[in-house]
């Protein structure tokens, strides 16, 4: 089982970013994904979830508006569209695959500065 993220660098505040998340060794269209960061010195924050047909949708407050979640499952793929970008959303993101009754897998993370 894998998960791997792409996508990340450095970006000016108010860039934008796409993350990809690319999934293989399990069935991905039946998973829940999410996204969640880690900034610098900080805990683990959840961002975004999409349910395994990708036609719900949910984000954390501070994303809402900016952060557009979707997936491919053609190609096993997560998205992560990111923009209007402040230097607070600086940190490691991840993507996480979640099924009720079985584990969770859990990518390694991708980079993402915001700074001028």
């Known amino acids: 089982v894998q998960l791997v993220e792409s996508g990340g660098g450095l970006v000016q505040p108010g860039g934008s970013l796409r993350l990809s998340c690319a999934a293989s060794?399990?069935?991905?269209?039946?998973?829940?994904m999410s996204w969640f960061r880690q900034a610098p010195g900080k805990g683990l924050e959840w961002v975004s979830d999409?349910?395994?047909?990708?036609?719900?949708?949910y984000y954390a407050d501070s994303m809402k508006g900016r952060f557009t979640i979707s997936r491919d499952n053609a190609k096993n793929t997560l998205y992560l569209q990111m923009s209007s970008l402040k230097p607070e959303d600086t940190a490691l993101y991840y993507c996480?695959?979640?099924?009720?009754?079985?584990?969770?897998?859990w990518g390694q993370g991708t980079q993402v500065t915001v700074s001028s």
């Open positions: 996480a695959a979640r099924k009720v009754g079985y584990r969770d897998y």
């Open positions: 060794g399990f069935t991905f269209s039946s998973y829940y």
């Open positions: 999409i349910n395994s047909g990708g036609g719900s949708t």
